[in-house]
């Protein structure tokens, strides 16, 4: 009796256990909704429409939901306190191949709101060939995404050396087949750089064939056009035929006109570009933020002095013939550009002798001992190119000039720099040229509003280099997002003080990842590798 009574006791608290469990159910332990949200940001959708407030959820390195988004849950919540909430920047014209391995986290970008870079600029990619870049990207693991161009530079030279002639008909089957190679692995487009080795020496015809090569994998034509001073023009007009000829859409690199003779052509410039696209050309432009561009200081040689590269230039400057003749084009063509003296060209970096770098040419001639002559100066300069040669940075546009560029509205931003490691007397472009953008120009010059700068920086860029789900924020894009504080976005890198880094971004998320949160870099490395239309 007293083992039935255990039973029935035993039998009564089960029933009334599960009782109070169908009256109290436990909720199951379900997996969360999306691994990301960013919640009460300000969406500008890079669209170029109005903002909006919404909340985003990402899921898979994707975007996969914008909206109130009632009850979703995340593994990690981001609080955007009503700041903007973006498509991650694209930097349409980046020079990054000699560096992006030094520095994989390419933090000077991210820190500027960059999750992708276009490389391969100028007529310059990465020698080894589109295919073994990517795969480096891919086992090293970068910080950003990337496309690249095939550079012209690169190709005639591998096909010819720095031969000054024309092509044969042999050396341009030889180069067409290498453009088509680096399609196929990816490329996005053709790039020249017709006032650098060797591309300088090549005719039109030549990048005829190349862009054609282009063409037929839907890639585009981005030119660093032969002059962007007294004959910018003819430069311009030469790339604009490029592309009526070859059949692609034409991208002009860091629109500009440059020294004080050409100051305000921008209005005649901008006209011949908008005319080609009222004709039906699709041309674009991009442009850094700066009156000062940066580039080798060669540049300012006469183009036959400079056939064979350095070894032979400082040869040639070593002959006090060659270097009187020389140093006679050189005066030249700085009184046709109005220059009183070289102080507008300052020392970035020169191997030789680092003290150098942020003096201009005219102080460094100074301290040699020389009078404070254009002819004097022009002797320090050659002095400097015979040692080995200098990165420089040139103060040669005007104000008036990059504002109505901006203006324009399919004036995309393009740093034009790469990533840097602390070292030299860079141009501060490749640090905040995209905060300027935000601070400068549309906060506090109102040059354009939020949205159209926004939309400059993601969408059209997405749109003319083919990135397909990228530069928008829509369900089933790329996770690629920027959060940052319209208010106190700025650029704190000057050019006596470069290697400062960005203010007022957030938070910068690369295919789902939180790359930089609270102005620190996470050490993630989500970049991918975008391939161009004919890979796809």
């Not at 391995?101 to 500027?112: E, G, I, S, Y």
């Not at 709101?113 to 693991?141: K, P």
């Not at 063409?215 to 430069?235: F, L, Q, T």
């Amino acid at each position: 009796m007293k083992a039935l009574a255990v039973r029935r006791t035993f039998s009564t608290l089960l029933m009334a256990g599960l009782l109070a469990a169908c009256a109290n159910p436990v909720p199951p332990v379900a997996p969360l909704d999306y691994d990301l949200l960013i919640r009460g940001g300000r969406i500008v959708d890079g669209s170029g429409n109005a903002w909006y407030r919404a909340n985003v959820a990402i899921k898979d390195g994707r975007i996969a939901a914008i909206g109130p988004l009632a009850g979703a849950r995340a593994s990690r919540v981001i609080d955007a306190h009503d700041h903007i909430v973006a498509p991650g920047f694209i930097d349409t014209h980046a020079h990054i191949e000699g560096n992006l391995f030094a520095r994989p986290t390419a933090d000077n970008f991210v820190h500027d709101g960059v999750t992708t870079l276009i490389t391969g600029n100028c007529g310059a990619s990465e020698e080894l060939g589109i295919q073994a870049f990517f795969e480096r990207m891919a086992n090293d693991g970068v910080s950003v995404n990337v496309a690249s161009l095939v550079g012209h530079n690169t190709v005639r030279k591998q096909v010819m050396g720095l031969a000054r002639r024309a092509a044969t008909p042999e050396e341009q089957k030889r180069m067409e087949a290498l453009v088509d190679q680096a399609m196929n692995e990816g490329a996005v487009g053709l790039s020249t750089g017709l006032i650098y080795l060797p591309g300088l020496y090549s005719d039109t015809p030549e990048v005829v064939g190349l862009a054609r090569a282009a063409a037929r994998h839907h890639g585009v034509y981005a030119s660093h056009i032969r002059d962007e001073g007294s004959k910018v023009v003819e430069a311009i007009n030469e790339a604009l035929d490029i592309g009526r000829q070859a059949g692609l859409p034409v991208q002009i690199s860091h629109f500009k006109v440059g020294a004080p003779a050409n100051w305000g052509r921008s209005r005649e410039t901008l006209a011949l570009v908008e005319k080609a696209r009222a004709d039906g050309l699709d041309v674009t432009i991009d442009q850094y933020p700066y009156t000062a561009s940066s580039t080798q200081l060669s540049v300012v040689l006469p183009d036959w002095a400079v056939e064979g590269g350095q070894a032979a230039i400082s040869k040639r400057l070593a002959d006090p013939a060659d270097r009187a003749r020389i140093a006679a084009d050189i005066l030249k063509s700085a009184r046709r550009n109005q220059r009183p003296d070289f102080s507008y060209a300052v020392v970035a970096r020169h191997a030789p002798e680092p003290a150098l770098n942020g003096r201009n040419i005219s102080q460094i001639n100074l301290q040699r001992g020389r009078p404070a002559t254009m002819e004097a100066e022009i002797e320090t300069l050659l002095d400097i190119v015979q040692a080995g040669g200098a990165q420089m940075t040139f103060h040669g546009m005007s104000e008036e000039d990059v504002r109505r560029i901006m203006a324009w509205p399919f004036a995309m931003v393009g740093a034009d720099g790469g990533v840097q490691s602390g070292t030299g007397m860079p141009h501060p472009r490749s640090y905040g040229t995209n905060a300027r953008v935000l601070g400068k120009y549309v906060r506090e010059e109102q040059v354009m509003r939020l949205e159209e700068a926004v939309r400059r920086m993601t969408s059209l860029a997405a749109q003319r280099f083919q990135l397909r789900d990228r530069g928008l924020l829509r369900p089933g894009y790329a996770a690629d997002i920027v959060i940052f504080d319209d208010k106190t976005v700025r650029d704190r890198a000057t050019f006596e003080n470069p290697h400062q880094l960005s203010e007022g971004f957030d938070a910068v998320v690369v295919n789902g990842v939180v790359t930089m949160e609270g102005g620190r870099h996470s050490g993630a490395r989500a970049g991918v590798a975008l391939r161009g239309p004919a890979s796809r």
